[in-house]
């Protein structure tokens, strides 16, 4: 396990320039002085003096169809699993320098900030430490793709908190980057918008890819040589996917969060093609529909929760046919103001409460402005989602009536290639 | 009823040029006759000179709030019913003189259709009827505006077939507009629509001001010199509408419509507001509700000809808030496939039932091209109703389920000044 050591030496070695950098303006003396300043002008010019980040950046991404890994991935063997890390090794170097030179492209001030300085640079890391497996030759042998997959899983865990570093980092220079626009939110809000909405999808597509790594080779089975299909799964992929019953257990999950706050929380009633089956990749619309059902039992329960009735279900239609399928989620939660409706797709870090959760019902009732009560729940979770479901080769859609509730349109293609529309990861 | 005379002479004399240039091209030698040839010339250049239109379409139009409607007629008497005819005279030829602009600017080939012609012909006609009225001078007695009153009411008549007559001018010019985009479909519907908007829309505007105008007339009373109030209405303003018993009365009717092809057509559940009443206009509303109801009720019909199954219920909810109100109407009848809801927003003259009518379920089915079969029932009215909401300072949205129904959001805004937000007439 020499591999995983050097993963940490490098780690390490990366990590000093995000410590010195920030640790030099929480030094005591504090005020200017020449030589930190000499130290910390030579640290940051590193970043300007990449070549091997610059010219990956070049290179074009391969995105599979998503309807490639349903069939490459049939009956997997080793070779398959060969095959996927060599793609791997070569395109997920090309993504990540493409998202580094996204990272520095940002106002200065911006990437200044430590959290947004952390990411950029275990952005930086993962580039280095795969472009750099196997001395940059592709793998061949199965032990080498055994490394190839162990590294895999620890830049997974590396990277999981990249949601809330992003989030806090642009919740701490939210000011500087008003102040970059003298002010004006509308394109403050573009600038945050449009950088997330890369660096998130983009992160989706690589977590879908490595994942789909990851699951081949459990259930090929570390010392098989032959597939052992478990659960109508291939990879990430759910050959027989039946939204009803994720929608079902999403909807369970979030319903007993609620039950420490709440008798009785609103049931979810499925309608429409409830029976449907197909073959899909559940993980980002399980994302979706999770913030969704959050939103909706938040909305029901907060508009209903003085009222001593039983709380109108929340109405969810499946509607399937050959092109796509739609998921709406209808709750009868008061709906939202127009001005609301029009903020709940930004990225909110102005507030406290950045991120949507569960619970709180009596913070969020505590609060003070009905504008910001309305959009206190609304944190990232929306905004990601929109993004996934377009990255997805689909659509997330509201339609609110004010004072009744509000409907929620999620449309996906089908990833089945003769459907004809299948995505791209 | 000198007045009558004069306008029946007017319209003769200008219909000449019309009938002219069109039965010109019937005559039976046919060919090139230079002395035709010189007449038509003639005639069509007399478009070309007319300086009051080109001098009054220079002007600005002054639309009225639609809260002003309700204010100035609290309790209409004489003196108001002159003033609104002193705003009609200046405003109207104002108007309309920005419309027939509309149709100058069209490709020539397009209004040398006869329907088209006859349509611009109406719209000088009543330019000169109206700017000549009392030689020009504003109306100031009483039996001066009883004569202003009447012509109006002859003029609204008049073009009560402008809609019918637009719509088989524009299917039957189809491939001359199609040749002058050299066969770009979107281009030409493009034309087609932003011509259609405007003159349609204009069209509202004008007939609600001259409707609001008779109507306060006949409440004032022919000899009465103070209001008789009548059922809560004000000229056109009803100033407790409301909507749930609009909803109710279309659907009866267009439901009675169907019970001559279907035994049991779909029932139409009211839920949310329904027993909200606010002041409003619902001569607009009334139109969007009939397309919209139209659709869905053929749409169930249709879904479910073949089911002995009691058909589903179109369900509509009632949102009233206060900035402005929502009419959603759901069915299940199926829903369409995203590449028809592209289509349905779009003025349809090219399929032989261009307007969408009650009846007729055999001659839709047996149409070949499903797509085709699929859109057959979206003529204008859609199109129209979309315009119609947008003028009245909403929107109309739909969300189709492809398999299973169609979402239809109606949106308005109150015309209450207290709430803000009144449209302009």
Redesign the interface.
Known sequence: MSLIKTVAQQARRTNVVASKASSSSAHPLGGYNENKAQLRRETTAQYYRDHDIHNAAKKDSVRLKAAALLFTGRIPSDIDLIRSAQYLQSELPVRLAHRIKGFRSLPFIVVTNPHILKVMEQYIRSFKVISSFNDGRMVKKQDQVEDFTHLLEILLDDHGSVIDDLTQGFSSCHDHVLDIFDGDEGKAHELVQSFLDKTLTSRLGIRLLAQHHLLLKDQIGKNSRYFIPRHDRIGIVESRWKPAKDIEAIARKIRESWMFHCDNPPRVKLN??TEAEFPYIPIGVDYILQEVFKNAFRAVIEAHSNSARQMPPIDV?I???R??F?I?IADRGK?M??DVINKIWRYHFTTARGRSNYGGVGDLLSMANSNEKELAGYGIGLPISKAYAEYLGGNL?I?S?????T?V?LTLKHIDPHKGHSFRI
């Open positions: 429409g093609h239609t509607a399937v046919n092109e796509d739609t709406r709906g103001k127009s859609e339609k009536m004010s004072g009744i509730g409907d349109y």
